[in-house]
């Protein structure tokens, strides 16, 4: 399916339409993601840089020490999403909520937890929770 979504910031300044289907649903608990979006796991989905278009203008702050980059509204300051070291744009999840009522659609649910072993809060869900990236081993009970 090649369907498009329509995304915008708080003040709707900036528009992000999002197209076919993301490469990744996730929930990630490594230390760079919470440092550098300021939350204790981010809720996202990844897309390929040409799945992402933009309209309206974008501030861009590139991490000083790291291949990562976040794209925000300079009205209002929302990250609209980050661009990771592969190049994949993220776009955290709370995005995807309020342009569908305040609900992540079924389609959009993350499939995973990453980096579990770096996690500040423990999390009670069936998802899959790699100690690492999604090629590496699964956290156990007890871990």
Known sequence: MNESRKLACLCGAVTVDLIGEPAALANCHCQTCRDFYGTSMLSATAWAPDSVATNG??????HPHKQ??????????????????????????????????????????PTMHLFYRHRVIDVSDALPKYLDGWDGPVYEEGD
């Open 68 to 109: 990562m980059s976040r794209a925000f509204c300079p009205a209002c300051g929302e990250t609209m999403f980050g661009t990771n070291r592969l190049n994949m744009r993220v776009v955290p999840n709370s995005l995807l909520a309020r342009a569908h009522g305040g609900t992540l659609p079924a389609d959009r649910q």
């Open 57 to 62: 203008a974008l501030q861009v702050f590139q």
